[in-house]
DNA sequence: AATTAAATGCAACATGGTTGCAAAGAAGAT
DNA sequence: ATCTTCTTTGCAACCATGTTGCATTTAATT
């Protein structure tokens, strides 16, 4: 799978920043933040097209949010094949690192009667293997 | 409880600012936003001021936050009893509303070996009974 | 190659995060 | 109640980021 492909799958125009971005993104093998993509690409694009190429992709769900809180933000690429609506993420406080996990059973809550779950999001917090003390 | 209780039981100077916060989300039946606690307050205090001692509330875990997503995030207070280390939250995606929901079973999910996990946060998306159409 | 709708780059402005510093205030000691 | 000390406040100032309008350029179709 390539940019392009990625981008016109999502019926987006193949533009050389949108492809900058998905390039990065398949490429990385993890959960990348705004500023480490932009970094990469070497500011090589004008920051408003940046800005806005980053926002039709979410848009358009080209890529999706990891939020581990308000100043702490990922984005990894929506593969076709995962889950889009049942996430599981672990966050290492440690070395940072986001690590997507299979959800083993849908994690049933008791919710009132009259309501509809359409998406669940789980973070997980704690060390991971490596960086266990 | 009041709010120089709350504060002092942080060991947290009682202020103004902090006072008007704490006293604004103890009346408050939900998970509010900065916006919604800044106007609730109306414009009383110097942002500077508002934006520390935001911050000092969060940092000394008298308030926590409820990430929705990056450009939606409420806070409630943390109070005593209720586990902080567990949280299910709902998101109406309706009215926009979140509910605080008692988690019943411990999510359990298979992580590589190695991984340990120190905080849940699950967050449901969906509607909730009223806007259900 | 011509056409057309969409994306770009730039300027400009708004908002929010952040720091330094002198003045004001809170809470314990006298 | 007053003094003392440490913290917080308010202001100015700065920087990063979000956001829009608009003329120019570009992608993709005819």
Known sequence: MNPSEVLHSHRLKSTSCREGIVEVMLQASRA???AEIKTILGNRHDRTTFYRS???LIEKEVIHQIV???NEVRYALNLP???QHEHVHFHCSSCNQV???EPVSEATMTLPSGFDVSETEI???G???HCKS
């Open 123 to 125: 973070m997980l917090k």
């Open 32 to 34: 990348l933040s705004e």
């Open 127 to 129: 060390k991971c293997n």
């Open 81 to 83: 094949g995962i889950h």
């Open 54 to 56: 980053f926002k039709t």
């Open 99 to 101: 690590f997507c996990v």
């Open 68 to 70: 581990i809180d308000k």
